[in-house]
């Protein structure tokens, strides 16, 4: 029961790395409405945060365990001191670091219609990454198991 969670809560925390990654730039000189977004996909509560406030994701990490599971190549320099990391965290490509940067200009004009793309791109982000995140985490639990 536990590999399942483990399963189906790694694709989701990609899919929101991927959404909170859709825009590598500014758009239209538009600042970030926020640094820090949570939203639950499935059971996992998930959050990406934007370290130095410049609209690009630096990690994306589990709310309960506070454990970063994707995280933007050459952004380690602006992780916090102590943050955990999840033994099969993944960097994330250029694509997904895209999505998953849209959620910080999501705020309240935001349309329904927005809010669900960004949620939608995410979810295929993480349905893409799926099938690694699931070997690494069958590959800890029989070697746990051994």
Known sequence: MKWLLTIFLRPLLIALATLVMGCQSLPQGARPANALYCDNFMVYGMCARDMNRDGEVDYVYFEESEQAFMYRPGAERLFP??????P???PMDEDVVATTSR???VDEETTLL??????GSLMLKYMA???EITACNLRREKNEDE
């Open 103 to 105: 959620v910080f200009f």
């Open 129 to 131: 990454a799926l099938p």
């Open 114 to 119: 927005e809010k669900s793309d960004i949620r």
């Open 81 to 86: 001191r102590g943050l955990d990391m999840h």
């Open 88 to 90: 099969c965290a993944t």
